[in-house]
């Protein structure tokens, strides 16, 4: 097998060309002075919307099961306030278990055309009925159709399982409302920690950390 090439670490003269641009988009030291994490995770995901060629809300989502062996994955954010980050998914899934042994998670957004990192800690709460309910009514018809067809994260023999699963609810729902699978449901990180970090030239990063301190945030910059 050939050894893939690893790109190598800028040198001066590529670090310089992209100081201006680095600059331009990363250069505000305003940021330093913010009181509210969520209000700032806002305007860096609208800037990402704007600027990512696809899923500005995905994230990494990192759980541990209950023999403690670390998993991460992509999922995408669907909601988030000052009560958290809320995502959705099947509860009998390998996150759903683990989620139940070990209600804890970390996220990872990472905006690469924006050279943006946050990453989040907390712990995990399952939303209401009611929130479920809302954002599988909101989903597409096939997608909610899927969730019924699918056992996620089961094992399955070929695509024409699946097809046959999702032909057998199609049929079953038809010229009727598909509604929410019991299994399927939605979890909400309620965040200790939110940490900012965007690329400055030479490694040299900023990095601002939020940690939770009752009702209010403690603030503090890193070393990068």
């Given amino acids: 097998m050939t050894a893939p090439v690893i790109p190598p670490s800028p ?49 990494t989502l ?9 998993d991460a994955r992509m999922v995408l954010l669907k909601d988030v306030d000052p009560r958290g980050f809320t995502f959705y998914s099947n509860r ?3 996150k759903g ?34 929130e479920a309910d809302a954002y599988f009514a909101s989903r597409a018809r096939e997608s909610r159709i899927g969730a019924w067809a699918s056992d996620q994260s089961r094992p399955l023999p070929d695509r024409e399982t699946l097809e046959a699963a999702i032909a057998r609810e199609t049929a079953r729902f038809d010229g009727q409302d598909v509604p929410r699978p019991e299994r399927w449901t939605g979890w909400r990180v309620v965040p200790q920690e939110i940490e900012f970090w965007r690329d400055r030239p030479f490694r040299l990063h900023d990095r601002l950390k939020f940690e939770a301190d009752g009702e209010a945030w403690r603030r503090e910059r890193l070393y990068p």
């Avoid at 998670?105 to 990453?119: D, E, G, P, T, Y």
Wanted: hydrophobic share 45%; proline share 5%.
């Fill in 92 to 94: 009998e899934s390998a």
């Fill in 97 to 130: 278990e683990a989620l139940a042994a070990n209600p804890v998670a970390a996220l990872v957004f990472h905006w690469k055309s924006l050279r943006r990192q946050v990453r989040v800690r907390g712990q995990v709460v399952p939303v209401t009925e009611a």
């Fill in 11 to 59: 040198s001066r003269e590529e670090y310089a060309r992209d100081c201006a641009a680095a600059l331009a988009a990363n250069g505000d030291e305003t940021i330093f002075e913010r009181a509210d994490p969520f209000g700032l995770f806002v305007e860096w995901l609208e800037d990402a919307k704007r600027h990512e060629p696809n899923d500005a809300n995905a994230m």
């Fill in 62 to 70: 990192a759980t541990v099961d209950e023999n403690g062996r670390p």
